[in-house]
């Protein structure tokens, strides 16, 4: 995916629960996997009242063609910081390269800077060459923590 290249047409707004439908259509785009309840669940969690507003969809011509998921953590796995954490970041197949996800990050930015949010964490596939790209470009480096699993089978 290239989000590079900016859409002066892109409008950054707040996510609302109409917007179920095409974050996972664009979703699907990528995945292959229609993931409803995940969204859902997602979405629900973006609008609640109590919740730091981090995630942003954009749209042109009235439909969405991308978006951010993510919140804010106090004190997750002993960080005593606030700290802002993506797990989402969404571009519509047929908008890639034309800035929606460098408009999207950048509203975020500056949201969180009003906030006195001073990171931003996300966790990405190594494999997945294009998204490390764009979030290097958009200064994201690897964190001075490792993630670690097992499997359990």
């Not at 949010?117 to 964190?143: C, H, M, S, Y």
């Amino acid at each position: 995916m290239d989000f590079d290249g900016p859409d002066p047409n892109a409008r950054i707004r707040t996510l609302n629960a109409t917007d179920l439908g095409r974050l996972v259509a664009i979703d699907a785009q990528h995945t292959g996997r229609r993931r409803e309840t995940w969204f859902s669940a997602r979405l629900a969690r973006a609008l609640d009242d109590s919740a730091v507003r981090v995630s942003l969809g954009a749209e042109i011509d009235g439909t969405l063609v991308g978006a951010i998921l993510g919140d804010v953590q106090y004190g997750e796995y002993g960080v005593a910081e606030p700290v802002a954490v993506l797990d989402t970041i969404l571009v519509d197949t047929a908008r890639s390269g034309q800035g929606i996800g460098k408009a999207l990050i950048e509203h975020m930015f500056r949201n969180l800077g009003a906030l006195n949010i001073e990171k931003v964490r996300t966790e990405v596939a190594w494999t997945d060459q294009g998204l490390l790209g764009f979030l290097a470009r958009e200064g994201f480096t690897p964190a001075p923590r490792l993630v670690l699993e097992r499997g359990l089978g």
